[in-house]
């Protein structure tokens, strides 16, 4: 079974330009999580979907981050504009209402803004 | 305000030392603990607690919990290089997973 997968895995711009991530969950998982981590830091919920429903949303800073999941799937986090406090790990994580317990993350992606 | 705190926030120790790492918290409506072990990639998971007293064991690693006090441990015994990571604890509350800032462990040789 594949895990959750996450791309790009890494990506550099410049601030002020805009910037996309993208999550597949593990198949089935209806609930899916996208964190933040800064360095040295535990991950930080930035919203919660229960299938294409975004149920949690209350950490998104929602002037420049947005975030979709138009079939209850796949997810997409967008930032625009970046800036340079941005530059962090985006987490995807997810999980099945039949075991509610544990999380399943993706690798990340590392972005950088220059 | 819910929070999680993980203590020490990091440990440098030798091949075959057993170490304790230490998580605390206060969390609305727990419905879980759980232990995450993160290198330089996803974190992946180790234990899930949700009964006070229970040990969990796998391998050299093992976890309890204690609801009364809000704690958790995890032990680590005759650690190996490989054992060094960033050891993530977090706690489900009816809805939501709270992080820890993780116990970076470092295991030389």
């Known amino acids: 079974e594949a895990g959750v997968v996450q791309s790009p895995r890494y990506k550099i711009i410049e601030k002020k330009q805009p910037v996309a991530f993208w999550c597949n969950p593990i198949?089935?998982?209806?609930?899916l999580y996208w964190y933040l981590q800064n360095l040295g830091q535990g991950p930080e919920l930035l919203i919660r979907?229960?299938?294409?429903?975004?149920?949690?949303d209350s950490q998104l800073p929602k002037d420049r981050f947005s975030a979709e999941r138009l079939k209850g799937v796949d997810s997409t986090l967008k930032i625009q504009p970046a800036e340079l406090g941005d530059s962090a790990v985006y987490l995807c994580?997810?999980?099945?209402?039949?075991?509610?317990?544990?999380?399943?993350f993706g690798e990340g992606s590392r972005l950088t803004v220059l | 305000e819910d929070k999680v705190v993980q203590s020490p926030l990091s440990l440098v120790v030798h091949e075959g030392d057993t170490v304790t790492l230490n998580c605390s918290y206060e969390?609305?409506?727990?419905?879980?603990l759980l232990w995450y072990k993160q290198e330089k990639k996803a974190p992946t998971f180790l234990f899930m607690l949700?009964?006070?007293?229970i040990e969990k064991k796998s391998g050299r690693l093992s976890s309890i919990l204690d609801k009364k006090e809000l704690f958790s441990i995890l032990n680590i015994t005759a650690t190996q290089t490989g054992d060094s990571a960033v050891y993530l604890c977090?706690?489900?509350?009816?809805?939501?997973?709270?992080f820890g800032t993780g116990t970076r462990l470092k295991v030389l040789a």
């Open positions: 198949s089935g998982h209806n609930t």
């Open positions: 994580a997810s999980r099945s209402a039949s075991s509610p317990g544990e999380l399943f």
């Open positions: 949700t009964s006070s007293g």
């Open positions: 969390v609305t409506n727990f419905r879980s």
């Open positions: 979907y229960e299938n294409e429903e975004a149920v949690d």
């Open positions: 977090a706690v489900k509350g009816t809805y939501k997973y709270i």
